[in-house]
């Protein structure tokens, strides 16, 4: 009686991936198998969140939104994962940057308005590795790591399975959000698609071409897919302005794997590889020519007498692959597995030039000429991960137990390579007048240079019992060690109640952790600014060096959470379905970046970090606990009109995060507002916007399918440079409402065409006051982005 209905299920999930967005129905679990899977291979359910392997489909007991994702692929306007996903979930944020640096080469994404490394990727079902990069500017994400979504091309991949919940008592370090699993294709079969699209104003030329091809191999099957994208660079500076500001200019080269096949009865070995290299191109701040500030300190006029943009260029190598094997040990499934992930990015600084190398010629009674292109250094993250995994269903225990448990073993490595010396010294030593290293960006130095590791195992028990069809419930409780910081143990319980065949509640209790990145503790860079014509040195202070103990910073530990969750589906009848869920989480100790400082904020310290060469130093520290409140709520809804299909959705994320207590370290007691000032603060409170809604309509009349989307962004406010102490007033972005319109016509059911358009109305960001944002421009990358209208073209083909 009180059994869900799985053809329910499968056409709330189905909506999206064959007409419109209801990807975010309640359907608690997507059911996959495999073309060409022998009748004596095991047939499983995976559901993130979930360790059962049965053949029936059952409620979690928490969130979890199943995303197909072959229609972004086919029709959908954007090109990349990270972007598509910010166009059909309203949890999910990633704002492309720009003037921000390294953080204008990858996109980050987050949960539920926490940073991205709050967020645990898996790619079917395996930890994904971060990005070697650390944000250190701009309005998102900042003093965070996370995971480059878009490393993985859209058409090698399935769906996407959202866990909205607190998971660390699953999986592990940096699940506080919550986790998105990405599952890729491995059916048999091929198909390519080829895109184009440009903004309004005629700039960001995006080129795309992309093929799948799955082919069976020892009775398994395989799936290839290479893709290639050329994305051209926008720039909405005003007119006159020498600034670029907009997309980075990208090339992105990628092919994935993905398969299994048979091995002994019951059982597979499984393998998913892949990699992409990506050559971007950010523009930093300009600087002026003859008659400005910057000749002598930032140009010479020799070389660019009328002022020059210099070029942030990043080479990027990212690397993943899995291997394992998954087989029936008696009654109990076994799945032994070993995980590899790179990443590297290093930079090259080109129309640039060092302004102290140039006047140290002159002095010599040279030009004033430097080199233009330096090798700024870069950083690399790599990560091996070892799983072995147990479970066991027991269904004569009640409605049914399962039993899983298993251990995890960890090892990272993070880089950091100097640049040559060009790109840092100070060549000429006196203060001339010109600043050290590459305009733009300066280059790593020797000191910088950074070769660490650790380690880390876990092990774990997770429980699943169906008490009888109405209640389930869940337990999970996991212990990890680190080498670096100590341990930590985490739990979980959740359950949910079939009040009625329609309605379901559930709820969750847990405990979570992120251990510190080795990013956070190692990431080290040192620069000299010049101030008053005197050369200050200025070093973001790795954990545990001299400069941050000097400063009595203490060692980094993790952050912990406490998640909570609340709510309810509704699905009445299979054309409709509703769900409500409420979340609160506090983390303690969260790791923030803190602000400078120096002589002029904290004379005492200034004093010791002058004996050591320091002039200003900033660090990471743990020394912030905030609270996220918020609600998620979908709805989805199938009918007829005028005899055609008619799919409608409304999916709905309201958050709120709030900075709840600065601890400050015992040496920078009564200095809390350099620690952790309004603006900073304000980057951790609404990074991201509050609210975010998307009203979506899909008409299907024939070979004619028309997509029309409406999304709600809610309002934000970040801080100024001068601050409201100083009478300026924060920035206040408004809500704004965008859309978007696509046209699809399928030529036969192998061909389909697609045109339209995204954020048709051409909607911006609120102006603000461009010396007070922290990219320089009139509003900064919020919300939405800052580019405007864009128009696009897909044709899809499947052999």
């Known amino acids: 009686m009180f059994a869900t209905s799985t053809l329910r299920k499968a056409v709330l999930i189905s909506l999206y991936g064959g007409a419109a967005m209801a990807t975010l129905a309640p359907a608690a679990v997507y059911a996959q198998s495999a073309a060409g899977e022998g009748a004596s291979q095991m047939q499983t359910v995976n559901v993130v969140g979930s360790r059962r392997a049965t053949s029936s489909t059952t409620d979690t007991v928490v969130p979890v939104d199943v995303i197909p994702m072959s229609k972004a692929a086919e029709q959908g306007a954007q090109f990349d994962l990270a972007q598509s996903l910010t166009y059909i979930s309203p949890s999910f944020n990633s704002t492309r940057q720009t003037g921000a640096d390294g953080a204008d080469l990858v996109d980050s994404a987050a949960l539920r308005g926490l940073g991205s490394d709050q967020t645990l990727v898996l790619v079917n079902g395996k930890r994904r590795h971060t990005t070697a990069l650390v944000n250190l500017f701009g309005a998102r994400n900042r003093g965070n790591t996370g995971t480059d979504m878009n490393a993985i091309p859209l058409l090698a991949i399935k769906d996407v399975q959202v866990l909205r919940d607190g998971a660390a008592a699953q999986y592990g370090s940096d699940a506080i959000a919550g986790v998105m699993d990405i599952g890729l294709k491995k059916s048999l079969g091929c198909e390519a698609v080829a895109g184009y699209s440009q903004y309004s104003e005629g700039d960001g030329k995006n080129y795309m071409a992309s093929a799948y091809c799955g082919v069976a191999l020892a009775g398994g099957v395989v799936g290839i897919t290479g893709e290639y994208v050329d994305r051209g660079r926008s720039n909405r500076a005003d007119a006159g302005n020498p600034r670029i500001i907009g997309d980075t200019k990208a090339q992105n080269q990628t092919l994935y794997v993905n398969g299994d096949v048979p091995t002994i009865p019951g059982g597979k070995f499984y393998f998913t590889a892949g990699a992409q290299t990506r050559d971007a191109s950010s523009a930093a701040w300009a600087r002026g020519g003859v008659g400005s500030d910057d000749i002598p300190s930032r140009n010479s006029a020799a070389m660019y007498p009328n002022g020059f943009v210099p070029f942030i260029d990043g080479a990027i190598d990212d690397r993943y692959a899995t291997v394992g094997h998954k087989s029936k040990v008696g009654e109990w499934t076994a799945d032994l597995s070993q995980t590899y992930g790179y990443n590297r990015m290093m930079y090259n600084i080109n129309n640039t030039l060092n302004a102290s190398i140039a006047n140290a010629d002159l002095i010599k009674g040279g030009k004033g000429v430097s080199a233009s292109s330096f090798d700024a250094g870069g950083f690399s993250f790599r990560q091996l991960t070892t799983n072995a995994d147990f479970s066991r269903y027991y269904d004569h225990i009640l409605q049914g137990l399962n039993v899983a448990f298993g251990a995890e073993y960890r090892s990272e490595q993070y880089k950091i390579f100097a640049?040559?010396?060009?790109?840092?010294?100070?060549?000429?030593?006196?203060?001339?007048?010109?600043?050290?290293?590459?305009?733009?960006?300066?280059?790593?130095?020797?000191?910088?240079?950074?070769?660490?590791?650790?380690?880390?195992?876990?092990?774990?028990?997770?429980?699943?019992?169906?008490?009888?069809?109405?209640?389930?419930?869940?337990?999970?409780?996991?212990?990890?060690?680190?080498?670096?910081?100590?341990?930590t143990t985490t739990g979980k319980l959740a359950g949910s109640l079939r009040v009625t065949p329609d309605l379901l509640l559930r709820g969750s209790a847990s405990t979570g952790f992120r251990a510190p990145s080795l990013q956070q503790v190692y990431f080290s860079s040192t620069f000299t600014d010049f101030i008053s014509g005197v050369p200050t040195d200025v070093v973001l202070a790795p954990n545990g060096g001299p400069v941050a103990n000097a400063a009595g910073i203490p060692k980094l530990k993790e952050e912990k959470s406490t998640s909570y969750t609340l709510g309810t589906t509704w699905s009445p009848n299979s054309a409709m379905s509703v769900t409500a869920d409420f979340y609160d989480i506090k983390i303690k100790d969260r790791i923030v970046l803190s602000g400078r400082f120096n002589a002029d904020n904290y004379p005492s310290l200034a004093e010791r970090l002058a004996k050591l060469g320091v002039g200003e130093a900033q660090f990471f520290v743990n020394s912030v606990d905030t609270q996220t409140r918020g609600l998620d709520l979908t709805?989805?809804?199938?009918?007829?009109?005028?005899?055609?299909?008619?799919?409608?959705f409304l999916a709905m994320n309201f958050s709120k995060t709030e900075v709840t207590g600065?601890?400050?370290?015992?040496?920078?007691?009564?200095?809390?507002?350099?620690?952790?000032?309004?603006?900073?603060?304000?980057?951790?409170?609404?990074?991201?916007?509050?609210?975010?809604?998307?009203?979506?309509?899909?008409?299907?009349?024939?070979?004619?399918?028309?997509?029309?989307?409406i999304i709600h962004f809610?309002?934000?406010?970040?801080?100024?440079?001068?601050?409201?102490?100083?009478?300026?007033?924060?920035?206040?972005?408004?809500?704004?409402?965008?859309?978007?319109?696509?046209?699809?016509?399928?030529?036969?059911?192998?061909?389909?065409?697609?045109?339209?358009?995204?954020?048709?109305?051409?909607?911006?960001?609120?102006?603000?006051?461009?010396?007070?944002?922290?990219?320089?421009?009139?509003?900064?990358?919020?919300?939405?982005?800052?580019?405007?209208?864009s128009y696009f073209g897909r044709l899809w083909v499947k052999f």
């Open 419 to 487: 640049g040559e010396p060009g790109s840092y010294i100070d060549a000429d030593g006196v203060g001339f007048g010109g600043n050290a290293g590459s305009q733009g960006f300066p280059g790593f130095q020797p000191g910088d240079r950074t070769n660490a590791k650790r380690h880390s195992s876990a092990a774990y028990l997770d429980l699943e019992l169906d008490v009888s069809d109405r209640v389930k419930l869940q337990g999970a409780l996991r212990h990890e060690r680190y080498s670096d910081f100590g341990s």
């Open 714 to 789: 809610g309002p934000q406010t970040l801080g100024t440079f001068s601050g409201t102490a100083a009478g300026v007033p924060n920035a206040k972005y408004e809500a704004k409402t965008s859309a978007d319109l696509s046209l699809t016509y399928s030529i036969s059911k192998n061909t389909k065409v697609t045109f339209g358009g995204a954020n048709i109305f051409n909607v911006k960001p609120t102006r603000q006051n461009p010396d007070e944002t922290d990219n320089g421009f009139k509003y900064d990358s919020v919300q939405f982005g800052l580019n405007g209208a």
């Open 635 to 648: 709805a989805s809804h199938k009918a007829t009109l005028a005899g055609n299909k008619l799919t409608t």
């Open 662 to 709: 600065i601890h400050a370290p015992a040496s920078l007691k009564g200095y809390e507002d350099v620690l952790l000032s309004e603006r900073e603060r304000l980057f951790i409170e609404q990074g991201g916007p509050r609210r975010k809604a998307t009203l979506g309509f899909d008409y299907v009349a024939g070979p004619v399918e028309t997509d029309f989307k």
